[in-house]
């Protein structure tokens, strides 16, 4: 029995664009864009994990954010539940400080970008609420 993994999810904005990494190659759903983000720790109030992670991948500090989503979805070998969140404000430069490929995208070309496939309704839902 795996228990579902809890995971802050950022969807970055800015001007009509949406900030993406790219998963290193050897990681569950390796090669595709992501919305940056990672698991939860024990404890930790989900807002504060999303803020560590967005420091430890992207080198930024979140100022304002609102939560955007949730989602379970069940991979074949893992569970997940990812907790999105809107990220609007944000001090800093982006980089990948982890050694990953990042990338500003239109919100309209979303729909033409690989995602891990629990990621299908949040594109959706970004597609209909937010492109303009
Ligand atoms: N960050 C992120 N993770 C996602 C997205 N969509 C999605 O299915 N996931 C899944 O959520 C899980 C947790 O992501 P993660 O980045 O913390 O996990 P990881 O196992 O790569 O390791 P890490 O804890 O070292 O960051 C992964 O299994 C990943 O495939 C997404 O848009 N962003
Ligand atoms: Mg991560």
Redesign the pocket.
Known sequence: MNKR?H?A?GVIIRNQQILLAK?HGH???GGKW??????VEPNEPVTEALTR?LQEELNINVTASSPFMTLS?D?PE?Q?L?DIHLVTEFTGTESGAEGQEIRWVDIKELASLP?????QP?IDRLLTELAH
């Open positions: 993994v995971v999810v998963r990681l569950h759903q992501e919305f940056p983000g990672g698991k992670e979805y991979y893992k997940v990812l995602f891990p496939d629990a990621n949040i």
